[in-house]
């Protein structure tokens, strides 16, 4: 029986090991991309900045860009609040479900381990 506990360990090991790669190209991946969209945002910004300028003058223009960029980091703020929300509800669903397939689990590898 131990000869399966170690090839399942092994198995585990190596799966552990692409899952971590995979995870590190994603964030490197992940990164690139969004330093590309804060560039390409801040350009935007900027040249939106210079056409208000041109239509309704300096101080307005700036004015118009903070209201947008308020409302817009609001927005963002209530999303994020909702979908932790979402996420402390659903944890609190599956909370006894995954405690009893941990505990279920835990007992059966630990009568694995006696078992000679």
Do not use: D, H
């Amino acid at each position: 029986m131990s000869a399966i506990l170690e090839a399942l360990a092994s198995i585990a090991t190596a799966a552990a090991t692409e899952a971590a790669a995979r995870n590190a190209r994603r964030i490197v991946w992940g990164g690139a991309a969004v330093l590309c969209l804060l560039v390409g945002f801040v350009f935007a910004a900027s040249a939106g900045y210079e056409a208000l300028v041109v239509a309704v003058g300096s101080l307005a223009a700036k004015l118009i860009l903070a209201g947008v960029f308020l409302i817009v980091g609001l927005i963002i703020l209530v999303v994020l609040q909702i979908r932790k929300s979402q996420r402390r509800q659903q944890a609190k669903e599956s909370g006894p479900t995954t405690a009893l397939a941990v505990a279920f689990a835990m007992g059966l590898l630990s009568g694995f381990g006696r078992r000679k």
